[in-house]
T-cell receptor, first 114, second 113 residues
Framework: NAGVTQTPKFQVLKTGQSMTLQCAQD?????MYWYRQDPGMGLRLIYY???????DKGEVPNGYNVSRLNKREFSLRLESAAPSQTSVYFC?????????????FGSGTQLSVL | QQQVKQSPQSLIVQKGGISIINCAYE??????FPWYQQFPGKGPALLIA?????SEKKEGRFTISFNKSAKQFSLHIMDSQPGDSATYFC????????????FGSGTQLTVLP
């Protein structure tokens, strides 16, 4: 029962470099998310995908792009990394548990941009 | 602009004590209030959640108290244990908006043995 798998776990980039964060879930969930976590800021939604083939901007989408490759996979791309994108990134998927949505998070990617 | 304000930022409690974390919100369209627990190096995990039609929900040692008129909700951890040491996030969601869980800033709880 892998749940939500993110790769890589750690990454160091230089300003201007690009990279893609990979995420896959094996729970057959329709909805997937990318969040970033910064000290004192909680978790902020970057992008969201309600289903395969659809994506939508969240609270902090600038500097990022996403691809919902299929139902399982949702990737996040930084085209030209900036120091302000230093953060911990979490991918999540969700299911409705009656009272509301339950998010299942991956273990995160710690990204440093120098 | 933070729509869900969480306090305190950090909390230290003795084993067996009660831990209380508070959240306040302004948007009356919020209709779902979950709490997430995060251990170091892990992603957050749903702990307990409440809808605004009830004032309290209890699951084991964890209780959510909800005050709709004051637009506040809180997490109470009874008989706190060292294993409860983690970061706790409150969150809220707007009606019909499955994508938008707005999270509080988090509370780092330390339970001393």
């Amino acid at each position: 029962n892998a749940g939500v798998t993110q790769t890589p776990k750690f990454q160091v980039l230089k300003t201007g470099q690009s990279m893609t964060l990979q995420c896959a879930q094996d729970m057959n969930h329709n909805s997937m998310y990318w969040y970033r976590q910064d000290p004192g800021m909680g978790l902020r939604l970057i992008y969201y995908s309600a289903s395969e083939g659809t994506t939508d901007k969240g609270e902090v989408p600038n500097g990022y792009n996403v691809s919902r490759l299929n139902k399982r996979e949702f990737s996040l791309r930084l085209e030209s990394a900036a120091p302000s994108q230093t953060s911990v990134y979490f991918c999540a998927s969700s299911e409705n548990v009656g009272v509301g949505e339950k998010l299942f998070f991956g273990s995160g990617t710690q990204l440093s941009v120098l | 602009q933070q729509q869900v304000k969480q306090s305190p930022q950090s909390l230290i409690v003795q084993k067996g004590g009660i831990s209380i974390i508070n959240c306040a919100y302004e948007n009356t369209a919020f209709d779902y209030f979950p709490w997430y627990q995060q251990f170091p190096g892990k992603g957050p995990a749903l702990l307990i959640a409440i809808r605004p039609d009830v004032s309290e929900k209890k699951e084991g040692r964890f209780t959510i108290s909800f005050n709709k008129s004051a637009k506040q909700f809180s997490l109470h951890i009874m008989d706190s244990q060292p294993g409860d040491s983690a970061t706790y996030f409150c969150a809220a969601r707007v009606t019909g908006s499955a994508r938008q869980l707005t999270f509080g800033s988090g509370t780092q709880l330390t339970v001393l043995p």
